[in-house]
């Protein structure tokens, strides 16, 4: 007779445990773990919502700071334009009655004797100097035996010369002028130079 295979519906054979069951139940995540890592901390969120806030204001600073600058410098060049503007028509001011003074002078040199132009032409060089030294313009001394100097003078061209020192003034070709302390133009001189073999 062939043995019956027990059947474990009938309660006295345990059925074989599945693997699952050989491990146990199984552990289940912590709660508040990773989940709890996504969740901004409160106290964090402020302190980077203050810092957002301090940088908005200090880039709204600089901002407004640029925008000031600009507009001084602007003004200011503007201002600098201006007073440009009325140093010239002022200056241009007191040259207009030379210019009125010289035309009257070419219109009246025709038949007038010599002697009466060079006195017309005089008369006008006076009255353009004085123009210019009311506004501390003046010319720059340059008297002849006077050593070169070059913060004054320019030299155009040199002379052997057994009369002056070597490097005097000779001849000045152009005047030159000066406001205060600033040269506006040096004096373009001739120069002494000792000739080969002169004396000395």
Do not use: C, W
């Amino acid at each position: 007779m062939m043995s019956e295979t027990p059947n474990p519906m009938e309660g006295n054979v345990s059925p074989e445990p599945t693997p699952a069951e050989e491990r146990g139940p199984e552990t289940a995540p912590a709660q508040g773990g990773a989940e709890e890592d996504l969740v901004a901390d409160p106290a964090g969120g402020d302190a980077l919502t203050e810092m957002e806030a301090e940088r908005d204001r200090y880039l709204d600073a600089l901002q407004r700071l640029k925008a000031e600058f600009d507009n001084y410098r602007k003004r200011v060049d503007r201002d600098r334009e201006a007073v440009k503007v009325a140093g010239v028509q002022s200056l241009v001011g007191d040259l207009l009655p030379i210019v009125d003074n010289l035309e009257r002078a070419l219109a009246a040199s025709t038949g007038a004797h010599v002697q009466q132009i060079l006195e017309g032409v005089e008369m006008v060089r006076g009255q353009l100097a004085s123009v210019l030294a009311g506004r501390g313009v003046e010319p720059i001394a340059s008297p002849e035996g006077q050593p070169f100097d070059p913060e004054v003078h320019d030299a155009v061209t040199q002379v052997p010369s057994v009369e002056h020192d070597d490097g005097a003034v000779v001849h000045v070709v152009e005047k030159g002028y000066r406001m205060g302390d600033a040269v506006i133009r040096p004096a373009k001189v001739v120069v002494a130079v000792r000739p080969p073999g002169g004396g000395g």
